[in-house]
């Protein structure tokens, strides 16, 4: 069973209907093809707890984005990678972006029941690429203007009209994740970046409430003292997580003393798993087949190294339908590590945990998206059980590369 799909948001979708007669055509089986298909790909008997997942070397990360902001794709994302079984959503510190992302949850698991997965937010220590926003006067740009930012924009957050179709455009902050394409493409240098760090006692707030499982800190690694500040601000609210993750880059030489250091900043107070993000090329996944090699090499680097901190190993950073492949070849996939002395539930049984998919994961689900977008306005995804399907089809081949479903690649 082939699960990609090349999709056209056309005659293969059903003709646009009021959204009473769609909710109706829902509760009469207008959902049986997507429950079908999840059944079929044994997705039910396939996925396991997330901490299982990490140990086993299938856990799967979906994220929404450290800055994106759009509630209403948020939750659709969170529906379709819920039902596609995903371990994680990794998602923006923001109370709005959260509730969305439950929201979608508990929307795939009234189609189907399934675990949930758990959710995660993103914070930085100090200035970093998935903290920005592009930003620009639109009154400034020159009426001939090409608008090439619009075109290279992977996230369609740039607009020359506003919502009302009448008002000049510009920037979508909400959809903006910082990807920075646009910066270098206008003719004019009329674009800037604003970067931004999260608010420490805000991030504290949010972890004290229900429904936060996971926090993820990106860091350059080379702060140390940013680091412990921000660590230092969280102590106590973090008590109740299940994961603890650090995004980092490639340091070379200095990788793992830089892990080592932070490491033992968390340690005394670490009451949970912790996990490291090899970050290998941030936000290219959606790029091309060749964005994913630094987050392999990464990967590869890494597991050689010697005394290495405790935690799980994850790849991120231009990850794609292509990881999966690449780690194979390179002998990392779902290869148990030599086993440690020391005898711990944060001890992986695989040398890779797992891979986190932002751009990619983002990319292929939002063609359907903005389909439905087109046609029906912002919605809810499930009163379109064809819209869902096609979206499904397409969550399912990506994370169908790293859960081995049945069926899949067949």
């Not at 931004?196 to 800190?217: M, P």
């Not at 439905?372 to 809810?380: F, I, K, P, V």
């Amino acid at each position: 069973m082939n699960m990609s799909l090349g999709f056209s948001c056309s005659a293969s979708l059903s003709p646009q209907l009021p959204s009473q007669l769609l909710a109706r055509n829902s509760n009469n089986g207008g959902l049986e093809k997507v429950k079908n298909l999840i059944l079929k790909t044994g997705i039910p008997s396939n996925i396991t707890s997330p901490l299982e997942s990490l140990r086993k070397g299938n856990w799967v990360k979906l994220i929404c984005g450290a800055s994106f902001e759009d509630v209403v794709d948020i939750r659709n994302l969170s529906l379709v990678y819920t039902l596609a079984g995903v371990d994680c959503i990794d998602c923006a510190a923001e109370s709005s972006v959260i509730n969305a992302v439950h929201d979608g949850i508990e929307a795939a698991r009234s189609i189907i029941p399934l675990r949930r997965p758990w959710v995660m937010i993103s914070i930085n220590d100090s200035e970093d690429l998935h903290f920005r926003k592009a930003e620009f006067d639109p009154d400034d740009c020159p009426i001939d203007c090409s608008r090439p930012c619009e075109n290279v924009c992977p996230a369609d957050a740039i607009a020359y009209l506003g919502i009302d179709g009448l008002s000049k455009g510009g920037v979508l902050a909400e959809r903006c994740y910082g990807c920075g394409r646009c910066l270098p493409i206008c003719p004019y240098d009329k674009i800037r970046a604003i970067t931004y760090i999260r608010d420490v006692a805000a991030t504290a707030k949010l972890l004290e409430q229900d429904g936060v499982d996971a926090i993820e800190i990106h860091t350059s690694g080379r702060e140390a003292d940013s680091f412990q500040e921000l660590w230092n601000g969280l102590e106590g609210s973090i008590d109740k997580l299940r994961l603890v993750a650090i995004s980092l880059p490639d340091l070379g030489e200095l990788t793992i003393p830089a892990m080592n250091s932070m490491y033992a900043t968390m340690k005394v107070n670490l009451r949970c798993l912790n996990l490291w993000q090899l970050d290998g090329r941030p936000m290219s996944g959606d790029i091309g087949r060749g964005a994913t090699r630094e987050a392999i090499k990464f990967a590869r680097d890494l597991v050689s190294m010697e005394d290495k901190p405790r935690g799980f190993l994850q790849l991120a950073g231009g990850t794609n339908a292509h990881t999966v492949e690449g780690l194979k070849r390179e002998r990392l996939f779902q290869t148990a590590a030599a086993t440690s002395s020391e005898k711990s539930l944060n001890s992986s049984h695989a040398m890779i945990s797992g891979v986190a998919y932002g751009g990619y994961a983002r990319k292929i689900v939002g063609r359907v998206l903005r389909c439905l977008q087109s046609e029906q306005g912002y919605a809810h995804l499930e009163d379109y059980p064809d819209h869902l399907l096609k979206a499904l089809i397409e969550s399912i081949a990506l994370v169908g590369t790293v859960k081995s479903y049945n069926n899949y690649g067949s």
